[in-house]
């Protein structure tokens, strides 16, 4: 069975821009949650979809912005891109909103950067 | 506030020796915990969680892990570490008072496998 699939895998922009980076879950997963890696930290939650309603939202700014289609895959869109938004985003699937019993399952992640 | 502590940001171990890496969740109602593996250009993989119950919890790769409740530690083992468990080890706990399934990551541990 494919695990969760991001594209691009990596993706160089410049300030100012804006990033579009896409997630297809696991097959079955209604649940797509998108993080924030950068260099040298652990992954920060940026937002949680459920069923393409939002469940959860960390402490991101606005030019941050994510949906959940039909099919469960989901997009992470990111505007007015700053030096500091250069990290690895992840996505990760499970089941359901709020089953921890039914981990999260991560993708490789795609790599931005912003010059 | 909810946190994850890795006290160790990078541990050399030699091939065969034993491992284990510190894992602390901030005092409170028990988090669900996780351990995961990110190797190089990679997503995270799941070792192993606790929920509850037994306290030493076997994962993937001959990994597991001790959850302490006293000393609010989730420690992870390997009685012999093989050259290519050298990755980067993250620990995270999902507190029951959220209402998404958020994730909460400490910094990370890269481990280093001397021959």
């Known amino acids: 069975d494919a695990g969760v699939t991001q594209s691009p895998t990596h993706l160089i922009k410049t300030r100012g821009q804006h990033v579009t980076l896409r997630c297809s879950p696991i097959?079955?997963?209604?649940?797509v949650s998108w993080y924030q890696q950068v260099l040298g930290q652990g992954p920060q939650f940026i937002f949680q979809?459920?069923?393409?309603?939002?469940?959860g939202r960390g402490n991101f700014p606005d030019r941050f912005s994510a949906r959940q289609f039909p099919n469960y895959s989901s997009e992470l869109n990111v505007n007015a891109l700053l030096l500091g938004d250069s990290a690895l985003y992840l996505c990760?699937?499970?089941?359901?909103?709020?089953?921890?019993?039914?981990?999260?399952?991560f993708g490789d992640g795609t790599r931005l950067s912003i010059l | 506030a909810q946190s994850v502590t890795q006290p160790d940001i990078h541990i050399t171990v030699s091939e065969g020796a034993s491992l284990e890496l510190r894992c602390n969740y901030s005092?409170?109602?028990?988090?669900?915990l996780f351990w995961y593996v990110q190797s190089p250009g990679q997503g995270l993989q799941l070792l192993l969680k606790y929920f509850s119950g037994d306290t030493l919890v076997q994962g993937i790769k001959g990994f597991e892990a001790e959850f302490k409740r006293s000393q609010s530690s989730f420690n992870l083992r390997k009685p012999s570490v093989h050259w290519s468990d050298a990755a980067e080890y993250f620990c995270?706990?999902?507190?029951?008072?959220?209402?998404?399934?958020?994730?909460?990551f400490g910094q990370g541990t890269t481990l280093q496998v001397k021959p």
């Open positions: 005092y409170g109602a028990t988090p669900y």
């Open positions: 097959s079955g997963h209604k649940s």
């Open positions: 995270a706990a999902h507190y029951g008072s959220s209402n998404t399934g958020k994730l909460i």
């Open positions: 990760a699937s499970s089941l359901r909103d709020r089953a921890p019993n039914q981990p999260q399952h």
């Open positions: 979809y459920y069923e393409k309603e939002e469940r």
